[in-house]
């Protein structure tokens, strides 16, 4: 990107950068997107495994469906790459604040060590519990005979991710720091899934820059002010770098 267009994207010192990540700042981590070629929804259907409907009908493949995942993530060669490491980075070093909004259900945002996190489709390493309503830190298989840690009751266990048809997580906040932010930084999503697709829409609404940083245009390409276009674990350190250079 040229100099001087990543100066008219340089927001004030002091003022908020939202970061909105998907499946592709994690692609180089070794875990799957889901619509490059080779990717999730190459494999299984939306509908049979990434709706509540699809648990009720079928629990115990939609259980092996995140069981599957989660021992990928948990896996010894997956950690954070470059890109989260940057991100971490900018968190630390940038004079005002930086929250970062993942469609990502994995948690390699938090290994690379950013703390002001939101995962509004959920995370892959917690169950819920529809009996209690509780919330558990969930790192082995899951299945209906499990019992909940909290109310001791079986057959209510769900893994905490935030299926086709659910309501996103902490939308109010993720509004208003859209609302307010100085920047808004779009990275690795192909900008598919509403109402995180739309994010870009409402930043430019209010003049507020926007950046995409993705392999290849997504589907709200047209709506960002900048792009750079790159393997994240390439263009975010170097993004990062630029915005903090004063
Ligand atoms: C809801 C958890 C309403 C599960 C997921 C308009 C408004 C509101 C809703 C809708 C709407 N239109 C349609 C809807 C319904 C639906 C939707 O958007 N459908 C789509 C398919 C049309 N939305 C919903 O159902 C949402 N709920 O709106 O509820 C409501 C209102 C009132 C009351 C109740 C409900 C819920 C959506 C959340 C679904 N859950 N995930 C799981 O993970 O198993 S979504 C799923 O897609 C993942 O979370 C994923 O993160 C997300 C988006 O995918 P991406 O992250 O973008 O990944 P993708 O593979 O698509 O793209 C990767 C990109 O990276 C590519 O561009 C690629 O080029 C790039 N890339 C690859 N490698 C690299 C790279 N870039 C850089 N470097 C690389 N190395």
Known sequence: MRSS?????????????????GAGISKESGLDTFRDADGIWSKVRIEDVATYEAFVRDPRRVHAFYN??????????????????????????????????TQNIDDLHERA?????????????????????????????????????????????????????????????????????????????????YPAAGFVSETRARGTPSVELNLEPSEGASSFSHAIRGRASEIVPAFVDDLLKR
């Open 5 to 21: 267009a990543l100066e008219e994207l340089r927001p004030d010192a002091g003022s908020l950068i939202v970061v909105l990540t």
């Open 113 to 193: 060590g950013t703390t002001k996190l939101i995962h509004m489709h959920g995370e892959l390493l917690k169950a819920e519990c529809e009996h209690c309503r509780s919330i558990l830190v969930w790192r082995e298989d899951m299945s209906r005979d499990m019992r909940c840690d909290v109310c001791g009751r079986a057959a209510g266990l769900r893994p905490h991710v935030v299926w086709f048809g659910e309501m996103p997580l902490e939308m109010d906040r993720i509004g208003e720091a859209l609302d307010r932010c100085g920047l808004f930084v779009s990275i690795g999503t192909s900008g598919n899934v």
């Open 68 to 101: 599957e995942r989660r021992r990928g993530l948990l896996g010894a060669n997956i950690r954070p790459n470059a890109a989260h490491l940057a991100l971490a980075r900018l968190e630390r070093e940038w004079p005002g604040e930086v929250l970062v909004v």
